[in-house]
């Protein structure tokens, strides 16, 4: 018989999680005004909120972890990171940060100023903000198939080259400070980026002398989808392939709590250094000292180590096959996934699902909260009430998709946890019918209101 997958991993230490009971949780997510970052860690079984910061450290990282050495400059933590990066990802300078959205700050700071455009795929939530607080503009040129969220593609995270060119060459290229190609695309549900498309962008920067930064929380996750996808790349390593995917580009940014199997951290890492020291000045100012940036030495070491093992083929073979081995539970049992189904989190038509319930009554959340009650599993709305209000008519934006989001914590459950999510989810689908009304804002924050929203049942 043929041998079948296993993980390629097994467990050392573990963490209790209790069951709680219907009445409990029904009690729990009241007092918690129907938001699910109101509730308490402990009253959630499976914790699918995010993928960020929540991996577990294997026992070489936190080997390292007592390893580090915390001297305020030059400290040894500082150079084992330095050449983690040089080896596995190919740039000679790089500034640790505390997290991803502090790389931002600290490389837009350096580049971006007022009135400038900034291309790119769908942009991740906190790298749009950081390019809006300086009053410049994202500009998604993302291809088409990225917004049906039915459409087969391999890469759905691809930039439409012609929308790219179009913004290049309609504009003074002294408005476009960079371009950012984010790997995988976050946004538009963890797609890929092929390695045909950053070698075309690249290209035509180059042509219009425009620096690329990659945004590669997923870098990792966005290799593995070439290697498993894309003609010619079947038989490299990952190492090799991020090798290639890096050398289309003049810099990175990274939130380590991703791909790095972190909790805590991240960098920006350049080719050229006098980008690197215009950036420096910043990162001491925001961050820390050059050497260590907002990160502790054992932080840095662990890091090193994490994206090691990061960019190990059967590491990524068991996450996302974990994820693949989820949504395809939900999709032999009918239920209305994003396909293909993206390298960290699997994703939840909620209009599909619940067609009853008017979008005024927030349908994605509706849906996030009935899977809590069921089964004691935590989601993430992606809809209208993280779409926020319109800033001037203060009205609320309907997007064309009411999603929830399952991100999948690495190396934290096993696929009896998926088969216990999947029967959570496929009960709730069963009763879809008899859900009919959702719920009403009784109070939101002027911006970023889905963090702190209380909500009322109708
Ligand atoms: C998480 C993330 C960020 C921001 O990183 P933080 O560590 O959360 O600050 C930026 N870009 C992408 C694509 C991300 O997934």
């Known amino acids: 018989m043929e041998l079948p997958f296993a993980e390629s991993y097994k467990i050392k230490m573990i963490e209790s999680i209790r ?16 938001n699910l970052f109101n509730l308490r860690s402990d009253q959630v079984f499976i914790d699918l909120l995010t993928d960020s910061g929540t991996g577990a450290m294997s026992d070489k990282q936190w080997a390292e972890m007592m390893l580090g050495d915390e001297s305020y400059a030059g400290a040894s933590s500082f150079f084992k990171m330095k050449n983690a990066i040089k080896n596995i990802l190919g740039f000679d300078h790089f500034l640790p940060t505390h997290q991803g959205r502090a790389a931002e700050n600290v490389l837009f700071s350096a580049m971006v100023k007022t009135g400038d455009l900034v291309p790119g795929n769908t942009h991740f939530d906190t790298t749009k903000g950081h390019i809006e607080f300086r009053k410049a503009t994202a500009v998604d040129c993302t291809i088409n198939e990225a917004f049906d969220p039915s459409i087969i593609h391999p890469f759905k995270g691809n930039i439409d080259l012609q929308k790219l060119e179009t913004v290049l060459s309609n504009n003074a290229s002294e408005r476009i400070p960079v371009i950012i190609v984010t790997i ?32 590669s929380a997923r870098f990792a996750e966005n290799a593995y989808f070439i290697k498993t996808r894309e003609k010619g790349y079947a038989d490299k390593s990952i190492k090799q392939i991020v090798k290639e995917m890096f050398s289309y580009a003049d810099g990175m940014t990274m939130s380590s709590k991703k791909d790095a199997i972190v909790n805590m951290g991240g960098f920006v890492a350049f080719k050229d250094v006098e980008l690197y020291k215009k950036a420096s000045v910043y990162n001491i100012m925001f961050e820390g000292y050059l050497t260590y940036g907002g990160m502790s030495g054992r932080d840095m070491n662990a890091l090193a180590q994490g994206l090691d093992e990061g960019t190990e083929f059967a590491y990524l073979e068991t996450r996302i096959g974990q994820v693949a ?10 239920v209305p996934v994003l396909v293909p189904f993206g390298g960290h989190a699997i994703f939840i038509d909620a209009k599909k699902f619940l067609s009853n319930i008017p979008r005024e009554e927030y349908i994605a959340q509706s849906l996030a909260v009935e899977i809590y009650i069921e089964g ?44 216990y999510v999947a029967a959570t989810i496929i009960n709730v689908f069963e009763r879809r019918n008899q859900i009919k009304r959702g719920y009403k804002i009784v109070s939101e924050a002027p911006i970023l209101r889905h963090f702190t929203v209380e909500l009322e049942k109708i």
């Open 325 to 334: 081995y989820l949504g395809q539970k939900l999709l032999d049992h009918g």
């Open 184 to 215: 995988t695309c976050n946004s538009s549900g963890g797609q890929p980026v092929s390695m045909q498309n950053l070698k075309e962008v690249y290209k035509l920067a180059s042509q219009y002398k425009i620096p690329v930064f990659f945004d």
């Open 376 to 419: 004691g599993v935590r989601a993430v709305e992606i809809g209208t009430i993280m779409a926020d209000r319109d800033p001037i008519t203060r009205e609320n934006r309907y997007p064309e998709l009411e999603l929830i989001r399952l991100a999948l914590p690495r190396r934290v459950y096993t696929n009896n946890h998926m088969d």
């Open 19 to 34: 069951k709680s009971t219907r009445e409990e949780r029904e009690e729990w997510i009241a007092a918690a005004k129907y």
